[in-house]
């Protein structure tokens, strides 16, 4: 049995997200599932590094499955780039251990998250950054980003109800880079909750308008309590940029 790992690029505008729902067409693993087991004539079930919401986009997102297929990797990546909607294309395979699984081998992820920061918004950026019209403070935004960097626990950062699973996590680096309207920002962490990067963003971002203040995010960390935190931005200027493996 053959173990194939992929690295997938997408555009989640039109879609519900990675994970496959039911008899929905609508979904990234079903979109290139479908098409893996009409291309082996076996059910192929793909196990990807995590799940991106509707609206989310990928330019590394890395997945694994397990085929006996004896196609060439070359002729496997050309017929699911033939038969994918051009939206997803599948950047790279490659033949890993039996043992790879793209989920629990992972060890840290880089998201970006980018904004269109003017006041005219932007015909050709809607689908892939956050319109904010207000004047932000970059410097302000910068600190709040190193706030986060470190280990804490994120529950307040996040979507989820607490519960026994732990909401620990490890940020190792948080960085912010200007380019003409647009303002792009880097996570690195070993993994996140979820809605983490999000609900992180629109924090930073209520930070650089001035309607929070950098002694919140202490707070939300001691506290724990979502609301206390800022909005969770929109999804479409979410992107899941790389995968770390050892």
């Not at 059910?43 to 590394?60: K, M």
């Not at 039996?98 to 920061?117: D, G, I, M, P, T």
């Not at 929109?234 to 050892?246: N, T």
Request: proline content about 2%; overall charge neutral.
């Amino acid at each position: 049995m053959r173990n194939i790992k992929m690295t997938i690029e997408y555009d989640g505008t039109r879609y519900l997200g990675w994970q496959r729902l039911g008899d929905s067409d609508k979904t990234i693993q079903g979109k290139i599932e479908n098409i893996l087991s009409n291309m082996t004539n076996s059910e192929i079930e793909i196990v990807g590094s995590g799940r991106t919401d509707a609206g989310t986009h990928a330019n590394g997102q890395v997945a694994n499955f397990k085929t006996d297929s004896t196609m060439t990797l070359p002729a496997m990546q050309e017929h699911l780039n033939r038969h994918l909607p051009r939206d997803i294309v599948v950047k790279e395979m490659q033949e890993v251990p039996e043992r790879f699984h793209a989920r629990y081998h992972a060890v840290s992820k880089q998201y970006s998250y980018h904004v269109w920061n003017n006041e005219v918004p932007s015909a050709f950026q809607r689908h892939f950054s956050y319109h904010v019209p207000e004047k932000l403070d970059l410097d302000l935004m910068n600190q709040a980003g190193q706030k986060f960097v470190g280990r804490h626990d994120f529950l307040g950062f996040s979507s989820l109800k607490k519960s026994k699973k732990s909401t620990v996590r490890t940020i190792e680096s948080v960085t912010l880079q200007k380019e003409g309207n647009i303002l792009h920002f880097a996570f690195v962490g070993e993994g996140f909750l979820y809605n983490q990067v999000r609900i992180m963003m629109g924090t930073i971002l209520e930070i650089g308008a001035g309607r929070m203040t950098l002694n919140d995010i202490d707070a939300v960390f001691t506290s724990g309590i979502r609301s206390e935190a800022g909005m969770t931005v929109p999804a479409q200027g979410l992107f899941l940029d790389e995968v770390y493996y050892d």
